[in-house]
């Protein structure tokens, strides 16, 4: 299956500071990146819809200011946590379609952010 | 606003027995459907889609769909240990490439060996 990878896996930053994670479709072309959000025990919620070459699309409740989304490439969407607050610890992760649109949508290794 | 309804669990099956896993959703305009599954800590990998009423059938797993019930259901046969794992349900109301999945809360399912 298409591989996506997510960087850094584990990053625990100070309150105050920013972080950028990484999505990266390695085999294939995305033209519609997803982020998601997991609390412990909870399901995934979407953030935001990145799409290449355009603004990021975001869900009710997400501020646009402080999850910053560029999607640059058709391999690469980042996400900027700004101005991280510990209530912003979670696990973020992302995921891809294929531009061929082969139905399926495949998911980053997912990216665990403390913020102490 | 779009719900994907799951029974929390846990759900506990002996090494060998079928487990049942089911999921509700509330927007009648959904067309796809998905299964995944996650281990604690990792992220969700995808077990079956269906979009058809009906069965379908992939090795151990076999999705059921019932667009009038609004009800999509996995089943797991000879469950293994292996199995043990977070089950989550998720909808999507598009087509094209733009698929913007809802997601259920997921049932912890355990296979006792």
């Known amino acids: 299956g298409a591989v996506v990878s997510q960087h850094p896996s584990r990053v625990i930053c100070k309150s105050g500071t920013s972080v950028k994670i990484e999505c990266r479709s390695l085999?294939?072309?995305?033209?519609?990146m997803f982020w998601y959000r997991q609390f412990p025990k909870k399901s995934l919620m979407l953030m935001a819809t990145?799409?290449?070459?355009?603004?990021?699309?975001?869900e009710q409740g997400v501020e646009k200011d402080k999850f910053l989304i560029n999607h640059a490439s058709l391999t690469l969407s980042t996400l900027t946590v700004t101005s991280a607050h510990p209530e912003d610890s979670s696990f973020y992760i992302c995921?891809?379609?294929?531009?061929?649109?082969?139905?399926?949508?495949?998911f980053g290794e997912g990216s665990r952010l403390t913020v102490l | 606003q779009k719900e994907v309804e799951q029974n929390s669990g846990p759900l506990s099956v002996p090494e060998g027995a079928i487990a049942s896993l089911n999921c509700t959703y509330s927007?009648?305009?959904?067309?796809?459907f998905f299964w995944y599954r996650q281990y604690s800590g990792k992220s969700p990998e995808l077990i079956m889609f269906?979009?058809?009423?009906g069965d379908k059938e992939d090795g151990r797993f076999t999705a059921q769909l019932n667009k009038a019930s609004q009800y999509v259901s996995l089943l797991i046969r000879d469950s293994q240990p292996s199995d043990s794992a977070t089950y989550l349900c998720?909808?999507?109301?598009?087509?094209?490439?733009?698929?913007?999945?809802?997601f259920g809360k997921g049932t912890l399912l355990t296979v006792n060996p």
């Open positions: 085999d294939f072309q995305a033209t519609t």
């Open positions: 269906i979009y058809s009423n």
């Open positions: 990145s799409n290449e070459g355009s603004k990021a699309t975001y």
């Open positions: 995921s891809a379609t294929p531009i061929q649109n082969t139905g399926e949508l495949f």
């Open positions: 927007d009648r305009g959904s067309q796809s």
């Open positions: 998720a909808v999507s109301t598009s087509g094209g490439s733009n698929y913007k999945l809802t």
